[in-house]
């Protein structure tokens, strides 16, 4: 609603039949805004995702929070790690059970939930997985063409190839199905922002590998590429995070990168190759993509082991972020374990983006320094933590378990 201007002078030179029309305007203006409130007012609480007074849905920011994790070791042994792990994943699923959803923010978690290993007690948070998808009654978000309503999917199928029961695969089947009858938008593409490649193409590669029907992988190959030449940058090998970010730049004057959206891209390129046949015809250029952005990610590590939310002007941003860094982190440890990054390159980045890690995790399990739900890089306070970038950590963690040693 525009507001009136309420300097004397410029009352004295409006007609009177003008400023009987402004104030009418105003007061309609006033009342539609009035009805507005009453009806947001009267909405219920489930469908606004209100949070709770103290434990909110998908994250929060306090202001003070204890102190700081001293029993944590950033040693690559197994014992170490499963510490780390079952302290951040203990912290969050006491929270998570208040309140399951469909949504981007919790399925990013649950991905998580169900990388934990079974040395790591894996099988607790896999059930609780279960209890989840069956109070969801399996159900993906509401959107039917919308990637960020699709990424639960992923969990949905990973139990069904666990468990084979038809309940936990038919809605994700189903929608994938319509989907990829949808004729494309030359004006918009489907996956037009970068953080879609984490969300919906996994659930494509995993029904392709679950129905042994490849026109799953071959929609979701022929929109990937649709969204990389749009929005990657073939010299720099980052993502921007969608077609308005492409001429934005950083104070520096360097581009402008989101350390979560990259995050999501490479996390994304790693779940589809490790479900992608290997002679699949494409393979070779996800691949090569996925290792022209390890790369690139691996040079701007910063000192501390983590990346800043703007990649490439680190000094303009106080906090690293933990999010972000944890998808690069799980990424790159994943590309080791699966023989396509070298590890003697590789390895010294994870250890040191790990111990980086540690530092944001405090003594009740809490996982600091997440920026919260936004689409480029931001402030935020050490304590900020949302569950999206839990499951970023667990998927890390779960990961740097397979290279541990005993």
């Given at each position: ?15 009177r ?14 009342l ?7 009806m ?6 489930a ?9 909110p ?10 102190p700081?994790a001293?029993?944590?070791?950033p040693?690559?042994k ?12 203990d912290w969050?699923?006491?929270r998570?059970?208040?309140?399951y ?10 991905a998580?939930?169900?990388a934990v290993?079974?040395a ?6 896999q059930?609780a997985m ?38 936990m ?19 918009k ?5 970068c953080?879609?490649l ?12 679950i ?14 590429w649709?969204t ?13 995070r ?18 979560r ?5 490479i ?5 589809v190759l ?38 490439l002007?680190?000094?303009a941003y106080p ?10 982190t ?6 080791i ?5 070298n ?5 010294p ?11 944001h995790?405090y003594?009740?399990?809490r ?16 304590t900020?933590?949302?569950v ?17 040693k005993?």
């Amino acid at each position: 609603m525009a507001l009136l201007n309420l300097n004397p002078k410029y009352f004295v030179r409006l007609h009177r039949s003008n400023l009987r029309s402004i104030l009418r305007s105003s007061l309609q203006a006033l009342l539609a805004g009035a009805a507005l409130c009453m009806m947001f007012a009267s909405m219920p609480v489930a469908a606004q995702q209100l949070p709770s007074a103290d434990l909110p849905v998908a994250g929060d920011s306090p202001d003070t929070e204890g102190p700081l994790a001293k029993d944590l070791s950033p040693e690559f042994k197994k014992p170490e790690v499963t510490k780390a792990l079952r302290k951040v994943a203990d912290w969050q699923l006491t929270r998570a059970q208040v309140q399951y959803s469909p949504d981007w923010t919790f399925a990013a978690l649950y991905a998580g939930f169900m990388a934990v290993p079974p040395a790591v007690n894996g099988s607790k948070y896999q059930d609780a997985m279960q209890d989840m998808g069956r109070k969801l009654d399996w159900q993906l978000g509401a959107r039917p063409d919308f990637a960020d309503d699709h990424a639960v999917g992923q969990t949905y199928l990973e139990l069904y190839e666990k468990l084979q029961d038809p309940a936990m695969l038919a809605p994700t089947q189903h929608r994938m199905e319509n989907l990829i009858q949808r004729v494309d938008d030359p004006k918009k593409p489907l996956w037009w922002w970068c953080d879609a490649l984490f969300m919906a193409p996994p659930v494509l590669a995993d029904l392709a590998k679950i129905s042994g029907d490849r026109k799953y992988l071959d929609y979701m190959n022929h929109e990937w590429w649709i969204t990389s030449d749009l929005l990657y940058d073939p010299q720099i090998h980052l993502y921007s995070r969608d077609a308005t970010y492409l001429e934005k730049h950083e104070e520096n004057g360097t581009k402008l990168f989101w350390a979560r959206g990259n995050g999501w891209v490479i996390a994304g390129l790693a779940r589809v190759l490790e479900v992608m046949p290997v002679d699949y015809p494409d393979r070779p250029r996800y691949i090569h993509q996925y290792q022209e952005m390890a790369k690139a990610i691996a040079n701007i590590q910063g000192p501390d082991g983590l990346w800043r939310p703007g990649l490439l002007d680190p000094n303009a941003y106080p906090l690293p972020e933990v999010s972000g860094s944890a998808f690069n982190t799980y990424a790159v440890a994943w590309g080791i374990h699966a023989g396509i990054l070298n590890r003697k390159e590789y390895l010294p980045v994870v250890k040191k983006a790990w111990a980086g890690l540690l530092t944001h995790i405090y003594q009740d399990g809490r996982l600091g320094c997440i920026q919260p739900i936004g689409a480029a890089p931001g402030q935020f306070k050490p304590t900020s933590s949302y569950v999206y970038g839990v499951g970023a950590f667990l998927l890390a963690g779960s990961e740097i378990y397979n290279l541990a040693k005993n």
